[in-house]
């Protein structure tokens, strides 16, 4: 069964504009991890936020936020005044435990449009 | 900051050669993940190593072994290289907090003709 479901293949956003990139999860631990990745065309995995399980705040760093709703188990990733930098392939992923893999879904390719 | 060092950046190897790939954590690291991206696909896991222990066994062929070193460096070494090997290969590190994250590495891109 799909571990990290990501329902968008594609998504396009006006510049400036605020973009939701959607996540859902499945796991019977109480205790994990949920990380968003972006992978720009030159291949990096650049890690963007973190929100742990436990965690009663909504994770933001900068212009990312992750909406989390853990009843019903999803992570997503929201982008305020997207840029055209933002253009890239958008992964969540979920670690189960401590010291565990991380589990990806199949990505969300995002473009920004001038 | 410090990153994660991968080298090579990208190698070339004809089928059934071997190849090692180098991975250098962020200092104070104490855990490296290998994960293989294949075109098109997510990033999947292979294996892990803590305190230079294997922790951790994904699918991974057995033509395929690692191991992490007193430093804490990483090396995968791949055997009798096959077409579908092909693939973006990443190492990452995390420190054993509370937060567990995992900082990437450029990515080693294997190319097997």
């Known amino acids: 069964a799909q571990k990290i479901t990501q329902t968008q293949p594609g998504m396009f956003v006006q510049e400036k504009e605020a973009v939701t990139l959607d996540c859902t999860y499945d796991?019977?631990?109480?205790?994990?991890?949920l990380f968003w990745y972006k992978q720009p065309s030159s291949g990096e995995m650049i890690f963007l936020i973190y929100?742990?399980?436990?965690?009663?705040q909504n994770a933001t760093e900068g212009r990312y936020s992750l909406n989390f709703q853990k009843a019903r188990k999803s992570a997503n990733l929201v982008i305020s005044a997207s840029q055209l930098g933002d253009s890239a392939m958008y992964f969540c992923?979920?670690?189960?435990?401590?010291?565990?893999?991380?589990?990806f879904g199949a990505g969300t390719r995002l473009a920004v449009h001038p | 900051a410090a990153g994660v060092i991968q080298s090579p950046r990208h190698l070339i190897k004809e089928k059934r050669e071997t190849a090692t790939l180098k991975c250098y954590p962020i200092?104070?690291?104490?855990?490296v993940y290998w994960y293989q991206q294949g075109p098109g696909q997510d990033p999947q896991f292979l294996i892990s190593?803590?305190?230079?222990?294997?922790?951790d066994k994904g699918s991974i062929p057995d033509r395929f072994s690692a191991q992490q070193f007193s430093d804490y460096h990483s090396e995968l070494n791949m055997s009798s290289l096959e077409l579908g090997d092909s693939a973006l290969y990443f190492c990452?590190?995390?420190?054993?907090?509370?937060?567990?994250?995992?900082?990437f590495g450029p990515g080693t891109r294997l190319t097997v003709t």
């Open positions: 990452a590190s995390s420190y054993r907090d509370s937060r567990y994250e995992q900082y």
């Open positions: 796991t019977s631990d109480q205790s994990y991890g």
């Open positions: 929100q742990g399980s436990y965690d009663e």
């Open positions: 992923a979920m670690r189960e435990g401590a010291l565990k893999k991380l589990i």
């Open positions: 200092p104070r690291h104490d855990t």
């Open positions: 190593f803590y305190e230079k222990m294997q922790s």
